[in-house]
C-alpha cells in the first residue's frame, strides 16, 4: 500500500507564492493528483499528472498561477501556487489513481493527510 505524505503548506499573505509536496513511500499509480478542501465546502480538483509527467491537467480555477509537477526519482510531486489568493485557502490533499487522467476524486485510490495552506487578504 503506498503511503502519501503532504508538506509545505503554511499562512501566507495574498499574492505569495508556495510549493507544496507529496512525498510517496512505495510505487505510486499511474495519476497523482491535487485536492482541496476548504470548512464548508465540498473537496475540489487542483490539478493532476500522470507517472510519465507528459500529461497535466489543471482546474479551471486555478490555472495559470499553478504548475504540478514530479521527481519520480525522489519519488515526489509537487504543486508551485502564485499569486494565492484567500479563496485558495484550504486543506490541500495529494491522491494517487490506478486509471487514466481524472479530476473526479473517487478515481484515486491512496490519500495524504492533507497540508493546511492559509492566505490571509
Known amino acids: 500500500q503506498v503511503q502519501l505524505v503532504e508538506s509545505g503548506g503554511g499562512l501566507v499573505q495574498a499574492g505569495d507564492s508556495l510549493r507544496l509536496s507529496c512525498a510517496a513511500s512505495?510505487?505510486?499509480?499511474?495519476?497523482l493528483g491535487w485536492f482541496r478542501q476548504a470548512p464548508g465546502k465540498e473537496r475540489e480538483f487542483v490539478a493532476a499528472i500522470t507517472w510519465s509527467g507528459l500529461s497535466t491537467t489543471y482546474a479551471d480555477s486555478v490555472k495559470g498561477r499553478v504548475n504540478i509537477s514530479r521527481d519520480n526519482a525522489k519519488n515526489t510531486m509537487y504543486l508551485q501556487m502564485n499569486n494565492l489568493k484567500p479563496e485558495d485557502t484550504a486543506v490541500y490533499s495529494c491522491?494517487?489513481?490506478?486509471?487514466?487522467?481524472?479530476?473526479?476524486?473517487?478515481?484515486?485510490?491512496?490519500w495524504g493527510q492533507g497540508t493546511q495552506d492559509t492566505v490571509s487578504s
Open positions: 491522491a494517487t489513481g490506478k486509471g487514466s487522467m481524472s479530476n473526479n476524486p473517487y478515481n484515486y485510490n491512496s
Open positions: 512505495g510505487r505510486t499509480f499511474n495519476i
